[in-house]
Structure formats: structure tokens, C-alpha cells
């Protein structure tokens, strides 16, 4: 079983950057790939970013390319979301998700753990 439990969200000004964190617990990080999803309001959730075991493995939504960026720290067993330039579309509840599955990937229904969410919301 593991525990997720994100944080560093909050309100930004389109350009803007945030840094969202995103703390693990009850078994070590690095047995799992892990990503960010966000659901915006009326819409269905959709993937952000995904990091492998390996942290220089990582894969991005074409929305976010160039903008964002995944990290993972398994001795600290935390995984982040650096955003930058950021948009009034990028306005979100961002949740943090991790997977045993070594074919997961950017599908929701691929990842068993979820964290409750923080939420972004970036003003123009």
C-alpha cells in the first residue's frame, strides 16, 4: 500500500511558476513509476507526465512539453511537477499517481495509487 499526499499548489498569474510535490509513504518510491494527472472542472482527468524507475525516463503530454517538468527523489521518496509559463488552460486539481505496472504509462486506469490532489489555478 502507498500513501500520496500532494502539496505546492495555489493560485499563480498566467507566466508563472509553481512547484508541486508530491510525498510518498508505506513502501519505498522506487518500486514504482509514478505521474501527475489534472482534471479542470466539467472535464475528465488527463495525464500530465510520468517518470520511470530510471528518474531520466520521462514522457509529457504535448500540452505540457517544454513547460513542465517530472522529477522523482526515491531517497526522499518524493516526486515533483516544476511548472512553468504557465496558462489559464493549465488550471487544474493535479493529482499525483503511482503504478507497479512496467507498461504503464499515460492511461489513468494503469496507475493504483492516488493522492487526494492539489489545486492550481492560473488567472490571465
Known amino acids: 500500500q502507498v500513501q500520496l499526499v500532494e502539496s505546492g499548489g495555489g493560485l499563480v498569474q498566467a507566466g508563472g511558476s509553481l512547484r508541486l510535490s508530491c510525498a510518498a509513504s508505506?513502501?519505498?518510491?522506487?518500486?514504482?513509476?509514478m505521474a501527475w494527472f489534472r482534471q479542470a472542472p466539467g472535464k475528465e482527468r488527463e495525464f500530465v507526465a510520468t517518470?520511470?524507475?530510471?528518474?531520466?525516463?520521462?514522457y509529457y503530454a504535448d500540452s505540457v512539453k517544454g513547460r513542465f517538468t517530472i522529477s522523482r527523489d526515491n531517497d526522499k521518496n518524493m516526486v515533483y511537477l516544476q511548472m512553468n509559463s504557465l496558462k489559464p488552460e493549465d488550471t487544474a486539481t493535479y493529482y499525483c499517481?503511482?503504478?507497479?505496472?512496467?507498461?504503464?504509462?499515460?492511461?489513468?486506469?494503469?496507475?493504483?495509487?492516488w493522492g487526494q490532489g492539489t489545486r492550481v489555478t492560473v488567472s490571465s
Open positions: 508505506g513502501r519505498p518510491l522506487s518500486n514504482y513509476r
Open positions: 517518470v520511470s524507475w530510471d528518474p531520466s525516463r520521462t
Open positions: 499517481a503511482a503504478s507497479s505496472d512496467s507498461g504503464a504509462l499515460y492511461y489513468s486506469s494503469d496507475y493504483r495509487y
